[in-house]
């Protein structure tokens, strides 16, 4: 049985690159290294990737002579791709292999045995919908704060919170705790369900489905098996999710803050940028706010020195608070708004860090929120 | 600075007799024994005037006894030797601050860059040994070489109470008529070894090819026996700024390793380490013990952090969980121990803590969790007073108040080592 197809260098190269990502670096079965094949006589093509824990799939267009069905190496087919010339690329198979040629390049590749090949695991059914730029822009504010410790893999992933028309994603690594609300479209109104999915699952997931309008989310929890899948531009992707009681951390945020300062969100991550070039690796960043100003200094004894200081605003007492500066920076990175607030209760307390439209608005936006660490000083 | 002779060696002289002799002036200019008895026990430190009768340090002590009939046995009082030993440190680091404490009683120092400020080393020297005298009563013999090597053989023979300076252009002269068991690494076992084949002086080692000397030796100890020999010694001062751990021991004679005893140990050397640590601003990532069992086997146990500490009570309890790995599965009643070791490595500076979200599982042993931020402000407030009051003022319990019922003081020796 033979498949033979011809499709768009462009669409071949981007399908094959986004499912090689799916595949395993060291697969636990040979098969899994392998990428899928599947040509239809609709005229589509389905490339699929898996790894038992994260699966991809895609369909693009292509003109199918002979429908049917291969298993090839993912990274090399990935790799052939992306070095062919702007031309057709004809794909035939043949016995155990697979001629693919572009132009004036011809590559035989070995064909990999597809009865195998597991199955990919089942969409879920459809939970709703939100908008790609959104979810894109949560993810990234969320997954900033997520460890990368896995010695505890709770707190590698991104807890997701369904409640009606309001999707909540957090994730912390103990120093830092990000938390986005939004709204989606659920597919029902009453939809309430929880999920964690892993942080680096979920930046991936942003960069392959966020270009979309709109991507569909779904959750199954309580099966055999608790899989959450995406949607978007006929690419498709689940993953298991991860296993273990989320800590709960909306209390940490601290009911009261008694003081809070204002800046310019761009002016205070330069300063912090510039004053940071002398903290040596696990030395903190020094602020403190008086009315008017932010001092930023670093660096402290014989060692090198910086400070800097920024035109702020001050409501409630002045204080001194230490941050380690790249978690501060992060969480000022992740804001959307020309204006940071910056609230505390005290300096061994977390602090909290939103956005604010303006210098002098009355509110900040609470739809982000980081909250923050502190650190505490020998002196 | 291979050129002139700056490193010093200063040696505390019969440390622990000389300290009861200062509290007790009866003992003055007589034969004691610090530890032991009569009947038996080990002798742990004998007084110049006994050690002219033969009297040593790990002698039993009724063999003591039978060389010097009118030898006194005194018990030790372990915290003034910790005291004292202390002070004449703080003595040397007035000098320089390139002091390497190798043990509770001695000590190198380079003092290559204090020459300019008080003089010629000779006058630091006869400095040093005049402050020590007076301010806290002890004899302190100090050698002055090119090399640490020869630094220690120089205070070596200035005992008791002198002091001795080899210049560049004097060493030969110096060492070669000097015994081989003065060289760093010979014991009685080796220096008989070399006597079979009739290098008996420094002289003779050094003038003994190096491939022969490896051949009676093994590779590695003729080699290096070979070098300190021709004082060819390129270690360098190292102080605990520069040093890679810090660490503290005690030995304890034969012991059952009760869980009383070893906290209690472990309490006190953990403390040791941990101040030191944070008396630098520094924490670090590995904890390693050392088991020494009767048998003078020793087995070392060590686990690594994800962040690194210098908390006390944090140090003690991974030393603790170290320990009864170090002793799992021997038979507990059979397996006696003399020698307990805690050290810390993989240093790095640590002028602040990260603090942590109270995020289970809390695990106090992280410096950041909530308890252990408790513990770190704790030890912060335990050092201030302790600078301003005394070593003593205020401590761990079974460390600073050790139930002298589990460790006698005379059994206890405190040996410290940072390198």
């Known amino acids: ?379 | 600075m291979v050129g002139r002779a700056t490193i010093l060696h200063a040696d505390l002289d019969a440390f622990y007799a000389s300290v009861e002799q200062l509290l007790d002036p009866a003992l003055r200019c007589r034969p004691i024994a610090v530890g032991g008895s009569a009947d038996g026990g080990v002798v742990l430190a004998a007084s110049y005037e006994a050690k002219a009768h033969g009297v040593r340090g790990g002698m039993s002590g009724w063999q003591a006894k039978r060389l010097c009939p009118t030898l006194r046995f005194v018990r030790g009082h372990f915290a003034e030797y910790q005291r004292l030993a202390d002070g004449v440190m703080a003595v040397l680091h007035d000098v320089t601050p390139e002091v390497q404490r190798i043990s509770i009683d001695e000590a190198f120092l380079d003092l290559s860059g204090s020459t300019h400020l008080f003089g010629e080393p000779r006058v630091i020297a006869a400095l040093l040994r005049r402050r020590v005298r007076e301010e806290l009563g002890l004899p302190i013999s100090v050698g002055i070489a090119r090399t640490k090597h020869l630094a220690k053989i120089a205070s070596q023979v200035a005992k008791p109470d002198g002091l001795v300076v080899v210049e560049p252009d004097e060493e030969r002269r110096f060492l070669d008529p000097l015994p081989v068991s003065l060289v760093w690494g010979v014991g009685p076992v080796t220096e008989q070894r070399l006597a079979d084949w009739g290098i008996r002086t420094i002289g003779d080692l050094a003038r003994t090819p190096a491939p022969e000397v490896e051949r009676l030796l093994g590779h590695a100890v003729g080699t290096r026996l070979n070098a300190l020999a021709r004082n060819d010694d390129p270690r360098r001062v190292v102080t605990p700024d520069r040093a890679r751990s810090v660490s503290a021991q005690s030995a304890f004679g034969r012991r059952s390793p009760a869980p009383d005893l070893v906290r209690e140990v472990l309490s006190h050397l953990a403390d040791r380490v941990a101040s030191r640590l944070r008396a630098k601003n520094r924490a670090g990532r590995t904890v390693t013990v050392t088991v020494r069992f009767s048998g003078m086997r020793s087995v070392t146990r060590s686990v690594t952090l994800s962040a690194p500490i210098a908390t006390t009570l944090t140090l003690t309890e991974l030393a603790e969980q170290l320990t009864w790995q170090a002793l799992d599965g021997r038979d507990r009643a059979d397996a006696e121990i003399s020698l307990l070791a805690v050290s810390v490595s993989n240093l790095s500076h640590q002028h602040a803590v990260q603090l942590e979200l109270p995020i289970p599982p809390e695990d106090p042993h992280r410096p950041g969790s909530t308890q252990g931020a408790a513990r770190w402000a704790l030890d912060r407030s335990v050092d201030a007073v302790c600078r301003r009051f005394g070593r003593r003022a205020v401590g761990y319990l079974p460390a600073a108040m050790p139930r002298t019922a589990s460790v006698p003081d005379e059994f206890r020796e405190l040996a410290e080592h940072e390198l």
């Open chain 1, 1 to 379: 049985m033979t498949v033979k197809f011809r499709v768009e260098r462009d669409t071949l190269a981007d399908a094959v690159t986004w499912v090689a990502r799916a595949l395993p670096n060291r697969p636990p079965v040979p098969v899994l290294a392998g990428l899928l094949i599947e040509a239809d006589d609709n005229g589509t093509l389905h490339l699929s990737g898996f790894d038992y824990e994260v699966s991809a799939k895609v369909e693009v267009n292509a003109e199918v002579s002979d429908p049917g069905t291969a298993l090839v190496s993912g990274r090399l087919l990935a790799e052939i791709c992306r070095s062919l010339p702007g031309k057709p690329v004809d794909v035939v198979t043949d016995g155990t292999k697979v001629a693919l040629t572009c132009g004036a390049s011809r590559f035989t590749l070995l064909t990999m045995p597809v009865d195998e090949y597991p199955t990919l695991p089942a969409m879920p059914e459809n939970t709703g919908m939100v908008a790609g730029d959104v979810l894109t822009e949560a993810v990234g504010q969320v997954t900033v704060a997520a460890s990368r410790d896995e010695t505890l893999p709770i707190l590698t992933g991104v807890r997701l919170e369904i409640e009606g028309d309001t999707l909540t994603l957090m994730a912390t690594d103990r120093y830092r705790l990000a938390m986005r609300t939004l709204t989606w479209r659920p597919s029902s109104p009453g939809a309430s369900s929880i999920a964690l999915v892993r942080a680096r699952t979920l930046a991936e997931v942003a960069k392959a489905l966020g270009s979309a309008d709109e991507v569909s989310l779904a959750l199954s929890t309580g099966g055999a098996t608790e899989l959450i899948g995406f949607t978007a531009n006929g690419r498709r992707t689940t993953s298991l999710l991860v296993d273990g009681d989320y800590p709960k951390v909306r209390a940490l945020f601290p009911e009261s803050l008694l003081t809070h300062a204002v800046v310019e969100t761009q002016s205070l991550i330069e300063a912090v940028r510039r004053v940071a070039l002398v903290a040596e690796r696990n030395t903190p960043v020094r602020l403190t706010f008086t009315d008017g100003l932010i001092t930023l200094e670093a660096g402290q004894g014989e060692d090198a020195q910086a400070s800097e200081a920024v035109e702020s605003s001050l409501v409630g007492d002045e204080l001194s608070i230490a941050f380690n500066p790249q978690y501060l920076l992060d969480g000022l990175g992740a804001l959307s708004l020309p204006f940071t607030r910056l609230s505390f209760t005290q300096a061994t307390k977390p602090a909290v860090i939103t956005g604010q439209a303006s210098a002098d608005a009355e509110d900040d936006d609470d739809t982000y929120r980081y909250l923050i660490m502190p650190v505490r000083l020998a002196g």
